[in-house]
């Protein structure tokens, strides 16, 4: 059974970081896409930062881009959001994404196969 967990969520004041993790089971993911999505209460879910395979091409939502970065950890079976210079218009709840069929990323939900539960992030004013 295939199982992506999100951890790192919580409460942090505006300006803050925090660092998202997500482990992967069940299968490897090391030659799939992997991305990150958010959804705000009341809003729809919306990308916010994906990576290829290998972790050499990366892209971004323009509302995170230069404060937020996705890695990964192949070996490890981990996908990681750092996220930094936060703003109260992060709060969501994060989740991490996976895709069965192909390589590179995308900002495209149907392009991705697995998800995890999600992690709350809030940022205060």
């Known amino acids: 059974q295939v199982q992506l967990v999100e951890s790192g969520g919580g409460l942090v004041q505006a300006g803050g970081s925090l660092r998202l993790s997500c482990a992967a089971s069940g299968r490897t993911f090391s030659s799939n896409a992997m991305g990150w999505f958010r959804q705000a209460p009341g809003k729809e879910r919306e990308f916010v930062a994906a990576?290829?395979?290998?972790?050499?091409?990366?892209s971004y939502a323009d509302s995170v881009k230069g404060r937020f970065t996705i890695s990964r950890d192949n070996a490890k079976n981990t996908l990681y959001l750092q996220m930094t210079s936060l703003k109260p218009e992060d709060t969501a709840v994060y989740y991490c994404?996976?895709?069965?069929?192909?390589?590179?990323?995308?900002?495209?939900?149907?392009?991705?196969?697995?998800w995890g539960q999600g992690t709350q992030v809030t940022v205060s004013p």
């Open positions: 994404a996976a895709s069965d069929r192909y390589s590179s990323g995308t900002s495209r939900e149907s392009w991705y196969d697995y």
């Open positions: 990576i290829s395979w290998s972790g050499g091409a990366t």
